[in-house]
Structures are given as C-alpha cells and as structure tokens.
C-alpha cells in the first residue's frame, strides 16, 4: 500500500529545518523504504503552488499550478512510504484547490495524511509579518503589510489565515478529519526540542542515523527589521535590500507588550477551543499555553536612536557603493544615444532615458534639447 504524508506548514513553524534535514537524509530513508520527494533543485514543493488565477493572495489563496504533474512527481519513487512538504499549502483558503490536490492525488496513493504544525497566533504574527521584512516576500507582505511594528496592522482577510479551526476544517472535509496530524509548534513540546525528530515520530518512522540540520531561516533584528519593511513598501529592488540589510546588525527583537500580545490571542481564543475539541490536540482546553513572561511590559517598537543611525548609514553607504559603479558603467553619451535610437519608435521610454542623462550632464546642451523635444512630442 503506498501512503503519502503531506506536511502543509504552517509558516515559521520550523518547516526551512525539516524540509532540509528530510532532503539531506534522504539515501538513508530511502534504504528505510522512504522516500523524500521535492521539486528539484528546490528542498520543498514549492514550485507546483502559486496564487490563484487574480494572481493576489488575498482573498483567493494559493492553488497547485500543475496538480496531474505533482501527482505524476510524487508517484515517481519506487518507494511504499512518500514525504512531501511545502508550507505554502497554508496559503489554500478554499476548499475547490485542495479538491483538486485531493483529485490528482487520490489516483496514486492508497492511504494519505496531511500534518500541520500551529503557533500560537500572536507569535506566529509576529514571526510572519517579519519574514516579510525580507526580500522577495511578496505572499507575506500581501497578508501582514508592511507596518514597521512588531505586530502587523490587523485586517479581516488575516482571518483566512490565523482562523486555525476554519482553514484546517477544509483539509478535513476533502481529506478526511482522521487523515490529519495537528500538532503545536512549541520547543518545549518537540520530541528532543526538534522539529525533524518530532515530524519523523509523528509519521511513526523511527530510524536511526539521521540527523537535524538545525535552525534555519534565521530572524531579522530590530532595526533590520523597520528597515526591510520600509524598503518593500517603497519597492526598493531585492538586490539593494540584500545589500543594505546585510550592513545593518542583526540585534534585537521587534516586540509587543504583554497586553498587546494577550490581545491580539483573544481574538483566537473561541476559534481555538472549537479546533481543538475537533481534533482533541492539546490537552490544554485553548490549545496553547497562556505563558506571556518572554513579551516585555512596555512594546519595543520604536527606532532607537542608534537603530535608526545605524539603518540610515547602511543606505547611505550602500548608495555611496553603487552609484559610482552605475556612472562609471553608463555615462551620459550612452543614455543619450539610447535615447536618440528610441526617440520615434518609444519617446517615452527615450524621455525616460534622456533625462537621467540630464541628471548626469545638468549643463549639456545636445541632452537638453532632445529632453525639450521628446517632452514637447508626449504633449502634443
């Protein structure tokens, strides 16, 4: 009988750790009869999932982009026992996408189980709406904004998301309520305090010989983080951001106050009761624990006056790097000739040229006529 297990995220629940540490033993679960299947190159599927046909996150989600050809990739192996994972299948807000995942897939396996890890929603927030401080995170910054605070600006398409109990009770109704494994992600409820040796119990594959790779996917710091949501808010290009962030220290922590934090779980608490007496996860009848003591009294949002120094002197630096390279690269003879070879068949695009030869040349006279001219021609 082949099986299938699925692990659909959730996000910032050590899903980088496993989905690499499953890769880097996977000849020695395949000697074990299991066999750890991705998109290669890539470590996790990724790939096969990509936002809905209105191409916006929110409210339509993700949907499998190819679901007979992550079905055909998933049977490829010769083995009885299958492993996948991607967590961006937390981004499927309706239940029509994850029909037609079960469609293709049902077909292949016999017998398929879906596993889910769950933070605790303030902290899952707060983790979340940080990674999209980072370059190319285009879902999160959909999802969370880009409000440089610790907690994001609430908004009711969150609930697609953070609503635990809705968005798992569709998995359910495809599925089937017994085919899922819902676990909370806390280290102190890990099997040995890791994600892989938890997942691995989980699934009830007890093999030796395999090890952890660790955390992965490291936090951002404070003033790191201000600063990448500043940047993806302005649509600062990813490479400058790598580059700007890479200069700034990675100290420190955005948090909220204990008060924010407790409020921001209230608004979960009936949500969490009603999945946890569905799937009887938690022994705790909230499914998480009430432990505020790690937020601090009063928020830690605010720049600091060294944090703001710092993250002004990465850019300005970073600045002061790039722009000789550009000038030295294109100068404004060749902006000029561009725009000249373009000034009939594209004047705007030769007007967009030929003015940042102006602003390389403010006084050259053959680049201030052209700019009139092109500038006369879109007005006319």
Same mark, same amino acid.
């Given at each position: 009988?082949?099986?299938?297990?699925?692990?659909?995220?959730?996000?910032?629940?050590?899903?980088?750790?496993?989905?690499?540490?499953?890769?880097?033993?996977?000849?020695?679960?395949?000697?074990?009869?299991?066999?750890?299947?991705?998109?290669?190159?890539?470590?996790?599927?990724?790939?096969?999932?990509?936002?809905?046909?209105?191409?916006?996150?929110?409210?339509?989600?993700?949907?499998?982009?190819?679901?007979?050809?992550?079905?055909?990739?998933?049977?490829?192996?010769?083995?009885?026992?299958?492993?996948?994972?991607?967590?961006?299948?937390?981004?499927?807000?309706?239940?029509?996408?994850?029909?037609?995942?079960?469609?293709?897939?049902?077909?292949?396996?016999?017998?398929?189980?879906?596993?889910?890890?769950?933070?605790?929603?303030?902290?899952?927030?707060?983790?979340?709406?940080?990674?999209?401080?980072?370059?190319?995170?285009?879902?999160?910054?959909?999802?969370?904004?880009?409000?440089?605070?610790?907690?994001?600006?609430?908004?009711?398409?969150?609930?697609?998301?953070?609503?635990?109990?809705?968005?798992?009770?569709?998995?359910?109704?495809?599925?089937?309520?017994?085919?899922?494994?819902?676990?909370?992600?806390?280290?102190?409820?890990?099997?040995?305090?890791?994600?892989?040796?938890?997942?691995?119990?989980?699934?009830?594959?007890?093999?030796?010989?395999?090890?952890?790779?660790?955390?992965?996917?490291?936090?951002?710091?404070?003033?790191?983080?201000? @600063?990448?949501? %500043?940047?993806? =808010?302005?649509?600062?290009?990813?490479?400058?951001?790598? !580059? *700007? +962030?890479?200069?700034? /220290?990675?100290?420190?922590?955005?948090?909220?106050?204990?008060?924010?934090?407790?409020?921001?779980?209230?608004?979960?608490?009936?949500?969490?009761?009603?999945?946890?007496?569905?799937?009887?996860?938690?022994?705790?009848?909230?499914?998480?624990?009430?432990?505020?003591?790690?937020?601090?009294?009063?928020?830690?949002?605010?720049?600091?006056?060294?944090?703001?120094?710092?993250?002004?002197?990465?850019?300005?630096?970073?600045?002061?790097?790039?722009?000789?390279?550009?000038?030295?690269?294109?100068?404004?003879?060749?902006?000029?000739?561009?725009?000249?070879?373009?000034?009939?068949?594209?004047?705007?695009? @030769?007007?967009? %040229?030929?003015? =940042?030869?102006?602003?390389?040349?403010?006084?050259?006279? !053959? *680049? +201030?006529?052209?700019? /009139?001219?092109?500038?006369?021609?879109?007005?006319?």
């Amino acid at each position: 009988m082949r099986r299938l297990f699925l692990h659909i995220g959730s996000h910032k629940t050590g899903t980088t750790a496993l989905q690499q540490s499953l890769h880097q033993n996977r000849v020695v679960l395949e000697a074990c009869g299991a066999a750890y299947v991705s998109a290669l190159p890539a470590v996790h599927l990724h790939p096969y999932l990509g936002p809905c046909p209105s191409a916006a996150l929110l409210p339509d989600g993700f949907m499998v982009l190819d679901p007979d050809g992550l079905a055909d990739r998933l049977a490829s192996s010769d083995q009885d026992i299958v492993i996948a994972s991607s967590e961006n299948f937390s981004f499927f807000f309706h239940q029509p996408q994850i029909a037609a995942l079960h469609q293709a897939l049902r077909p292949q396996f016999a017998d398929i189980r879906i596993q889910c890890y769950l933070r605790r929603q303030d902290r899952h927030a707060i983790s979340h709406h940080q990674e999209g401080a980072k370059p190319h995170r285009q879902a999160e910054g959909a999802l969370w904004g880009h409000a440089a605070n610790a907690l994001p600006d609430r908004s009711e398409a969150q609930e697609l998301y953070l609503d635990y109990d809705r968005r798992l009770a569709l998995w359910a109704e495809v599925f089937g309520a017994d085919k899922l494994d819902i676990r909370v992600y806390d280290r102190a409820l890990l099997q040995d305090g890791d994600i892989f040796a938890d997942f691995l119990a989980l699934i009830g594959l007890n093999i030796g010989g395999l090890n952890s790779v660790g955390d992965r996917n490291i936090s951002l710091g404070a003033a790191q983080t201000k @600063a990448g949501h %500043l940047m993806n =808010a302005l649509g600062i290009m990813p490479r400058m951001m790598d !580059a *700007i +962030l890479a200069r700034i /220290a990675n100290e420190g922590r955005l948090l909220p106050s204990q008060a924010e934090a407790r409020a921001w779980l209230e608004h979960y608490r009936a949500s969490n009761r009603r999945l946890n007496a569905r799937f009887a996860i938690s022994d705790l009848p909230d499914l998480f624990n009430d432990d505020f003591d790690d937020y601090p009294a009063a928020p830690q949002s605010e720049w600091t006056e060294s944090g703001a120094t710092e993250a002004l002197r990465a850019a300005l630096a970073q600045l002061t790097d790039v722009l000789p390279a550009a000038r030295s690269t294109l100068s404004a003879d060749d902006l000029r000739h561009a725009a000249l070879a373009l000034q009939v068949r594209s004047p705007d695009v @030769a007007l967009r %040229l030929i003015s =940042a030869a102006h602003e390389l040349r403010p006084l050259g006279q !053959a *680049i +201030l006529k052209l700019k /009139a001219e092109l500038e006369r021609r879109l007005d006319q």
